[in-house]
């Protein structure tokens, strides 16, 4: 089981926005304002898509975005494309133990 | 570019122990922390150990504390991953990647990913 609770799959439509939950706890997500997110095509190498909460790194869509509020993360995808179909990652520093915890993942499908 | 090559895995017996590196180019690789990230079946990701810039520090995942051993080479832009004891719960895909701070404290989050090498423990 996974430190970070993510859905494990959600779906919307063309166009459409959704949104993934990364729900932590007072030791990670609700400490530190190092979260980020990564987008994973199977066999391929993840990609960074947020960081600190709700930075984009150079080179990604505005159409990703993040937020935070107590323990809890999120993803928002607005205007959804096929190309976003793939599984996204929460992750977040928890201290100078644990180091870093992950979501279990959650996979989007683009109807 | 930048570019990140795992390699080294296989299948292996349980108690055995393997060898994983990452070959880096595209980038200086002596400013940045490294980091091990592993993908175990039915699984999402699990952080395993990181490397500080200067390879004074190293710190490990509960899980593999006492078993594994990360390293680098910076005259040859490489970082390895020394597994001992292996058991079948370390089955999966190996990840190295980059940190995102360069000099400073790490970030603890990963700006460039390598595509991972497969470790099959198994008897």
């Known amino acids: 089981q996974s430190a970070l609770t993510q859905p494990a799959s959600v779906s919307g439509s063309p166009g459409q926005s959704i949104t993934i939950s990364c729900i932590g706890t007072s030791s990670d997500i609700g400490s530190y304002n190092l979260v980020s997110w990564y987008q994973h095509y199977p066999g391929k190498a993840p990609k960074l898509i947020i960081y600190e909460g709700n930075k984009r790194p150079s080179g990604v869509s505005h159409r990703f975005s993040g937020s935070k509020s107590g323990n809890t993360a999120s993803l928002i995808i607005s205007g959804l494309q096929a190309e976003d179909e793939a599984d996204y990652y929460c992750?977040?520093?928890?201290?100078?133990?644990?180091?870093?915890?992950f979501g279990g993942g959650t996979k989007l499908t683009v109807l | 570019q930048v570019q990140l090559v795992e390699s080294g895995g296989g299948v292996v017996q349980p108690g055995r122990s393997l060898r994983l590196s990452c070959v880096t180019s595209g980038f200086k690789f002596t400013p940045y922390a490294m980091h091990w990230v592993r993908q175990t079946p039915g699984k999402g990701l699990e952080w395993v150990a990181i490397?500080?810039?200067?390879?004074?520090?190293?710190f490990y995942a509960a899980s593999v504390k006492g078993r594994f051993i990360i390293s680098r080479d910076d005259s040859k832009n490489t970082l390895y991953l020394q597994m001992n004891s292996l058991t079948t719960d370390d089955t999966g895909v190996y990840y190295c990647?980059?940190?995102?701070?360069?000099?400073?404290?790490?970030?603890?989050?990963?700006?460039?990913w390598g595509q991972g090498t497969l470790v099959t423990v198994s008897s």
């Open positions: 992750c977040s520093y928890a201290g100078s133990t644990t180091f870093v915890v």
């Open positions: 990647a980059r940190d995102f701070e360069d000099y400073g404290p790490p970030r603890y989050y990963f700006d460039y």
């Open positions: 490397i500080s810039y200067d390879g004074s520090s190293q």
